[in-house]
């Protein structure tokens, strides 16, 4: 009786321990990721707007029923042709309002990943919309791969929706600029957390994207953008590739050691990628996270008053190398098409 | 014979329809959409190949998002 009794107590523990460790382990605001049944429950509710955020083309091809597009992939629509989000608030009031996106409307976004690389427009358009201050924006977690996979139908009808009033309440904290992380870099700011969310040859100066390469001084972590989604095997290679969907426990790893009380700011090459990092940052209940918008493409492009750590600068020999091949490569190609055309005459 | 005929041109329409049916049901794309050069004569020029459903009030509609920037 008492073997049964202890055994039963030990049971009810290991289970209550289970339920309490499951329970745990899961976002701080969860309510920023939907999954596809959530988007189903949502689909034709006047109140919901669904943003689809891939180019146009593939809109058209199928979309989610209801579901609006801006015409262009969310990159390159909701920024200017530097890729750099508008400082004019008022340039986003008119286009989300035209669109049918008022301050009262719960918007959700989705984009796709693994043809199209379109997660990254899904999460540009989630920072520029909290950078406006709209509180109720959410990410389809996984894109219309996961409508697909839960068995949804798509639709190719183009949606309209009555144009409505945004006003934008712009939360400048969200957005970091240069001059911040300057202060970072040397020093003159503390306490903020900087996370590199480029890859980890970019951040050594192998893959070189600007006049110089390297990374930025106090930088406290390197999180490639793309190890952060769960990992699938890809049928054409059989090696295992990240799938646009996002779980707590391997986010939660990346960020494990950093402090969710403290001012944290991804970047990357163009303020793009580092938009996901923001979006995991806000997930996990960080308390201050911000995007950096200019990130590497304009600080690694200043040559005096900009520190770069690891630096490198532009190897030009690499690139005469490439273009002496490229020239020959010219050369025996032309020698080819000519002879091909000569045994053509003969024929 | 024109009666075994009669029943496989049968069978080989329903198992067509069947086909197309689960492919459109399994992908989610319904018909309607072409690719510009598998179709010229949908009149699908310039820009983005657009779906047949992409009717002429929803290019205004994503011309009027841009109008202003475009301006500028």
């Known amino acids: 009786m008492v073997k049964k009794s202890v055994l039963l107590f030990i049971m009810g523990v290991f289970i209550l321990a289970s339920a309490g460790l499951s329970h745990s382990a899961q976002w701080a605001n969860p309510h920023l990721l939907f999954d596809a049944n959530q988007v189903k429950e949502i689909v034709g509710n006047p109140d919901w707007v669904l943003l689809d955020c891939r180019k146009l083309k593939d809109y058209a091809k199928g979309h989610i029923p209801g579901a609006i597009s801006i015409g262009k992939q969310c990159k390159k629509g909701l920024r200017d042709k530097t890729s750099r989000a508008f400082r004019d608030a008022s340039k986003y009031e008119k286009l989300f309002g035209k669109v049918g996106i008022g301050n009262d409307t719960h918007v959700v976004i989705y984009g796709e990943h693994v043809k199209s690389d379109t997660m990254k427009d899904t999460t540009v358009a989630f920072w520029i919309l909290e950078y406006l201050g709209h509180d109720k924006v959410h990410v389809l977690n996984g894109g219309i791969d996961a409508w697909i996979n839960a068995g949804y139908a798509l639709d190719n009808k183009p949606t309209i929706l009555a144009a409505k009033t945004f006003k934008a309440n712009v939360v400048n904290s969200r957005y970091a600029t240069t001059d911040e992380i300057l202060e970072i870099a040397t020093g003159a700011k503390k306490n903020v957390q900087l996370i590199d969310a480029r890859t980890k040859d970019e951040n050594k100066g192998a893959d070189q994207r600007a006049l110089r390469a ?75 996270p911000a995007n950096w918008d200019e990130s590497w493409r304009v600080y690694g492009s200043h040559y005096k008053d900009f520190p770069v750590a690891g630096e490198q600068f532009f190897d030009f020999n690499r690139v005469k190398k490439a273009e002496k091949k490229i020239k020959k490569l010219e050369e025996k190609l032309a020698a080819l098409e000519e002879k091909a055309k000569e045994d053509e005459e003969k024929k | 014979m024109e009666r075994r005929m009669l029943i496989l041109v049968v069978v080989i329409l329903v198992m067509a329809f069947m086909f197309g049916y689960i492919n459109s049901y399994s992908t989610g794309i319904q018909p309607g959409y072409f690719e510009k050069a598998e179709a010229p004569a949908y009149g699908v020029g310039g820009g983005e190949t657009l779906a047949a459903g992409m009717d002429e009030e929803f290019q205004k509609h994503l011309k009027a998002l841009y109008q202003e920037e475009d301006e500028e």
């Open chain 1, 214 to 288: 390297g990374y930025v001084p106090n930088t406290t972590v390197n999180i490639s953008h793309k190890d952060t989604f769960d990992q699938s095997e890809d049928l054409e290679s059989g090696k295992m590739k990240d799938n646009g969907f996002l779980s707590y426990d391997r986010v939660a790893s990346f960020y494990k050691d950093l402090d969710l009380n403290k001012r944290t700011v991804g970047y990357c090459q163009t303020g793009t990628r580092s938009t996901l990092t923001y979006l995991e940052l806000r997930l996990l209940g960080f308390k201050d």
